[in-house]
């Protein structure tokens, strides 16, 4: 079992940045892909971002590509959303979410775990 706790959520302006992070409760941190998903009010929950486990393979969806950056830091447990350049339309709650393979979670967009979620608030 992977608990997840996501942070760093808030109200910015547009053309702000702001930085998501994830706690994962496991000792096992190292062994799992990490990824972000989000959901606007009336959508459907979107891909936003994925790492593998090492760090060196990552992926981010068309709509966040050169604005966003996933990283990770093992020795932490920890995983982060760099956001950049942020728009009205980011405008959701952020889930992080882990999974024991990379392309599952990258190419399928599926997982095993997520967070609570963290509300980020993009005024235009």
């Known amino acids: 079992q992977v608990q997840l706790v996501e942070s760093g959520g808030g109200l910015v302006q547009a053309g702000d940045s702001l930085r998501l992070s994830c706690a994962a409760s496991t000792r096992a941190f190292s062994s799992y892909a990490m990824g972000w998903f989000r959901q606007a009010p009336g959508k459907e929950r979107e891909f936003v971002a994925a790492?593998?486990?090492?760090?060196?393979?990552?992926e981010h969806s068309a709509s966040v590509k050169g604005r966003f950056v996933i990283s990770r830091d093992n020795a932490k447990s920890t995983v982060s959303l760099l956001m950049n350049s942020l728009r009205a339309e980011d405008t959701a709650v952020y889930y992080c979410?882990?999974?024991?393979?990379?392309?599952?979670?990258?190419?399928?967009?599926?997982?095993?775990?997520w967070g609570q979620g963290t509300q980020v608030t993009v005024s235009s």
């Open positions: 790492i593998d486990w090492s760090g060196g393979r990552t």
């Open positions: 979410t882990a999974d024991g393979n990379f392309y599952r979670m990258a190419r399928y967009h599926n997982y095993d775990y």
